[in-house]
């Protein structure tokens, strides 16, 4: 009476608990590789967009035409303060409706005298803050 051939549904229930276990596995795994692959270039786009905004201000101290009136939009680039460059943020900063992404320059000014204190030309300090998607860099 008891002989018949086939699975139970406990058999079954077991059989699928154990694939979900497994789907869940592999993806697991190929969402941590997505993340290891996708990280580096938010970094990587942050890096350059700092080092481009560094590059800008050098320029901007060398060059000795005055064709440069302007960094960021602000007309005195070099005063004490920060400065606002978001406007440089790469696109991969700007995603969502509320990013929180910023790109800021502070300008401090130092005073470096030498050792009889007759010398004392100013010398500016520029710290650049970039936070791309709540990433600080």
């Known amino acids: 009476m008891f002989n018949r051939k086939g699975y ?29 692959i996708v990280e580096p270039s938010y970094r990587e786009e942050m890096l350059y967009t700092v080092e481009s905004l560094a590059n800008s201000i050098k320029n901007y101290v060398d060059t000795e035409s005055g064709d440069l009136d302007s960094l960021c939009g602000s007309t005195t680039p070099l005063s004490n303060g920060e400065h606002d460059c978001s406007e440089l943020l790469p696109d991969v900063c700007k995603t969502g409706a509320g990013y929180d992404s910023s790109l800021t320059y502070t300008v ?14 100013a010398v500016n300090q520029v710290k650049i803050n970039i936070v791309c998607n709540g990433e600080v860099l």
């Open 108 to 121: 401090s000014g130092l005073t470096v005298s030498d050792s009889t204190g007759a010398y004392t030309p």
């Open 8 to 36: 139970t549904i406990v058999e079954g229930i077991i059989a699928m608990l154990l694939v979900a276990i497994m789907v869940g596995a592999i993806f697991s795994a190929l969402m941590a590789s997505r993340r290891a």
